[in-house]
Every structure is written in structure tokens, then in C-alpha cells.
């Protein structure tokens, strides 16, 4: 069976620090990767997507940005994160007609 | 500009009856529908979905219903439970499945 991890579950960080957040898929190959963020008291707000390695689509014009260096990997990275750049971040994953399956999430606040 | 909209921040529904959530897009191209269930500090969890091409689509205690011509849909749960207490998405998709629209969430309470 398919199973993503995503780490860590909480981040601290301070304004102007850079971030990396990884994910993983396991038990299947070449998914549609999703990053998606839920600000406190809103939706889910997908951020970048990404078809095969290499192929990243970007939804908002951001202090952020994605990776996909192997098939099953996807990473969120800033190089000087926001006040604004706090909140509960998603890797997702489907494929072909499927539903997205979601990580458990990483609880980034920026101080 | 949003394209999957749930107007209704919170509900809050007695044990036993019934909860509707309700969901409205913009987007007609849309042609898979899904919901959602979210607890705190998880990731969401795929509830039921449903094409374009069908009204109805039920899953034991949850029905989803689709009104095209309105561009709404419902997701119905009964009998509620108090582990149905939960947020809520709806999410809206196109024919290649490469991006998934949510809503905002509704966030359910089922009181005992």
C-alpha cells in the first residue's frame, strides 16, 4: 500500500532563517506531488504541484519553492522565510484518477 | 478568486440527525468532487467523492449530492455521531487531476 511521510511535524524558525521541508511517497511510482498550506482561520491554499521529477508548477507567487529530485520526493524550501510564511503545510499525493492523500502536515511558525 | 466556496464557517448538529454541509464552485469544467474530513494537526482524509455525471453517490453513513445546474454540492451524514465532529472540505477538480481546488472548511461539532 501507498504511504507518504512528511517531516518534521513542528518547525520553529525565525524570520529571515531558511526552510526545508521533505516528503515522501512510498508503493508507487511517478504521483502527482502537491505542497499545500492552511493559514490559521483558512483553507487549504495549494501551493506547487508537480508531475514527474523535475516539473514543478507554481499556483502563487511566493517567498517560497519546491523541489522533485527523485520520483517519490518533494521539498518546500525557502531561503528567508516571513512572518507571513507561518502555517500548517501539506504534501499530498495522487495519481491517475484518484483522490489526494494527504500527509500528516508540518506546523511551521515563524517568529 | 476562489473557486470552490463553502459559505458556512461552522455547524453544529445533535447526535443522531442529520449534518449537511454545502459546497458551491464557480469553475463548470470541474468534473470530480470530493470531500474531506480534517481533525487538528492532521492531515485531511479522503471521505467520498463523486463525478460529474451522477447527482448521487453514497458511502454507508455519508451521501454527496450534485446540483450542476447549480453548481453546488452537499455532502450528507446520517445519523451523526460525535466523531463526526471534524473540518470539513470540499474540493473540486478537472479532467486531468492534476490540481484539486478546496473550499474553506466547515467546521463540524456533533453534540452528544
Known amino acids: 500500500s501507498q504511504t507518504i511521510h512528511q517531516w518534521p511535524a513542528t518547525l520553529v524558525q525565525p524570520v529571515g532563517s531558511p526552510l526545508s521541508l521533505e516528503c515522501t511517497v512510498e508503493g508507487t511510482s511517478n504521483p502527482n506531488l502537491y505542497w499545500y498550506r492552511q493559514a490559521a482561520g483558512r483553507g487549504l491554499q495549494l501551493l506547487f504541484y508537480?508531475?514527474?521529477?523535475?516539473?514543478i508548477s507554481s499556483e502563487v507567487p511566493q517567498n517560497l519553492s519546491a523541489s522533485r529530485p527523485q520520483d517519490r520526493q518533494f521539498i518546500l524550501s525557502s531561503k528567508k522565510l516571513l512572518l507571513s510564511d507561518s502555517g500548517f503545510y501539506l504534501c499530498?499525493?495522487?495519481?491517475?484518477?484518484?483522490?489526494?492523500?494527504f500527509g500528516n502536515g508540518t506546523r511551521l511558525t515563524v517568529t | 478568486d476562489q473557486q470552490v466556496k463553502q459559505n458556512s464557517p461552522s455547524l453544529s448538529v445533535q447526535e443522531g440527525r442529520i449534518s449537511i454541509l454545502n459546497c458551491d464552485y464557480t469553475?463548470?469544467?470541474?468534473?470530480?468532487f470530493l470531500w474531506y474530513k480534517k481533525y487538528p494537526a492532521e492531515g485531511p482524509t479522503f471521505l467520498i467523492s463523486i463525478s460529474s455525471i451522477k447527482d448521487k453517490n453514497e458511502d454507508g453513513r455519508f451521501t454527496v449530492f450534485l446540483n450542476k445546474s447549480a453548481k453546488h454540492l452537499s455532502l450528507h451524514i446520517v445519523p451523526s455521531q460525535p466523531g463526526d465532529s471534524a473540518v470539513y472540505f470540499c474540493a473540486a477538480s478537472l479532467g486531468n487531476f492534476n490540481k484539486f481546488y478546496f473550499g474553506s472548511g466547515t467546521k463540524l461539532n456533533v453534540k452528544p
Open positions: 508537480s508531475v514527474g521529477i523535475g516539473q
Open positions: 499530498a499525493w495522487s495519481q491517475g484518477a484518484s483522490p489526494l492523500h
Open positions: 469553475n463548470s469544467m470541474f468534473d470530480y
